[in-house]
């Protein structure tokens, strides 16, 4: 079946201005992850969303990153008044139920801030 | 606070020959999982191996084993019959049973397989 997918591949954008990037995870996983992949810091945990129960936010950097996941499936992570540091690989990955199952990641998306 | 300690940052090995990769973690809880991710140049991460904690047989999946020493905390990848096609950057990883949240990532290894 169809892994995780991530978009856009690829993303440039200037610093300050609003980015988002989404995440379509394995059809019937009910754990999504974000995780921010960049040289100085390895890879980190974002947030962590399982079913309907509040997410996990515990990793986000700062309050100009969140995320949503509509309908349990597809979520978005948005990153508001992007800085360089921001720059990073964006990394998504799903498990089927959260419960230390294996999680399968998604190719990722480059952010890239000017 | 959990950690994972990758020690080797960069190996290298002749291609048909074996490596092995090295990691220890630390937590304090009982029931937890350990995972293997490789990550080539595409990006993808893909996962290698998963050893559950309450199990003493080593995790084995073709050319690729782990030996788990719990007592340790050590969980190295070893890696057979090495084939350019495993030439990436090896991440070990950590979960605690029914935390349900994230992996805990060590800093990684960069393996480059020699034709």
């Known amino acids: 079946g169809a892994g995780v997918s991530q978009s856009p591949s690829n993303k440039v954008t200037e610093k300050g201005k609003d980015v988002e990037l989404r995440c379509d995870p394995i059809?019937?996983?009910?754990?999504l992850y974000w995780y921010r992949q960049s040289l100085g810091q390895g890879l980190e945990f974002l947030i962590y969303?399982?079913?309907?129960?509040?997410?996990?936010k515990s990793g986000l950097p700062s309050d100009r990153f969140s995320a949503e996941r509509t309908g349990g499936s597809v979520s978005t992570l948005t990153i508001q008044r992007t800085q360089q540091e921001d720059s990073a690989v964006y990394l998504c990955?799903?498990?089927?139920?959260?419960?230390?199952?294996?999680?399968?990641f998604g190719p990722g998306t480059r952010l890239t801030v000017l | 606070a959990q950690t994972v300690t990758q020690s080797q940052p960069e190996m290298s090995v002749q291609e048909a020959e074996t490596v092995t990769l090295s990691c220890t973690y630390d937590?304090?809880?009982?029931?937890?999982?350990l995972f293997w991710y490789k990550q080539p140049p595409s990006r993808q991460m893909i996962l290698v191996i998963r050893?559950?904690?309450?199990?003493?047989q080593n995790a084995t999946e073709n050319r690729f084993s782990v030996n788990f020493q719990k007592a340790a905390k050590s969980f190295s990848l070893k890696i057979s019959d090495s084939q350019l096609g495993d030439t990436a950057m090896y991440f070990c990883?950590?979960?605690?049973?029914?935390?349900?949240?994230?992996?805990?990532f060590g800093g990684g290894t960069r393996l480059m397989v020699k034709p």
């Open positions: 990955a799903s498990s089927l139920n959260g419960l230390a199952g294996a999680q399968f």
């Open positions: 059809s019937g996983h009910t754990a």
């Open positions: 969303f399982q079913g309907n129960s509040a997410p996990d």
């Open positions: 937590t304090s809880e009982n029931n937890y999982y």
């Open positions: 050893q559950e904690a309450y199990k003493q």
């Open positions: 990883a950590f979960i605690e049973n029914n935390a349900g949240n994230m992996l805990t």
